[in-house]
Nanobody
Framework: EVQLVESGGGLVQAGGSLRLSCAAS????????IGWFRQAPGKEREGVSC????????YYADSVKGRFTISSDNAKNTVYLQMNSLKPEDTATYYC???????????????WGQGTQVTVSS
């Protein structure tokens, strides 16, 4: 059974940093790319960043380029999202999911974590 468990969310002031973790189990970690998505109340879900742990291919949404960094630790079956220079508009519930790449973009499959809340105060 595929399991994805997010952690690391919280409340931070604008300009601050958080690191989210996505611990994966139930599938060959290095064979499936994983991505981070976020959804704020009343807004559509947005793809944030993805990584293919097999070859290091990454994707970033324009809104987070230069501020967020995605990485993976194959020994721990965990994907991280380092978020720096946080802005109030980054406030959302962040989810990790297994993804597939199509062109230069990544899209979620049906396997999702439960989400972790990130709140950035101004």
């Amino acid at each position: 059974e595929v399991q994805l468990v997010e952690s690391g969310g919280g409340l931070v002031q604008a300009g601050g940093s958080l690191r989210l973790s996505c611990a994966a189990s139930g599938f060959p970690f290095d064979e499936y790319p994983i991505g981070w998505f976020r959804q704020a109340p009343g807004k559509e879900r947005e793809g944030v960043s993805c990584i293919s742990s097999s070859d290091g291919t990454t994707y970033y949404a324009d809104s987070v380029k230069g501020r967020f960094t995605i990485s993976s630790d194959n020994a721990k079956n965990t994907v991280y999202l380092q978020m720096n220079s946080l802005k109030p508009e980054d406030t959302a519930t962040y989810y990790c999911a297994t993804v597939f790449y199509e062109g230069s973009s990544c899209y979620p499959t049906d396997d999702w974590g439960q989400g972790t809340q990130v709140t950035v105060s101004s």
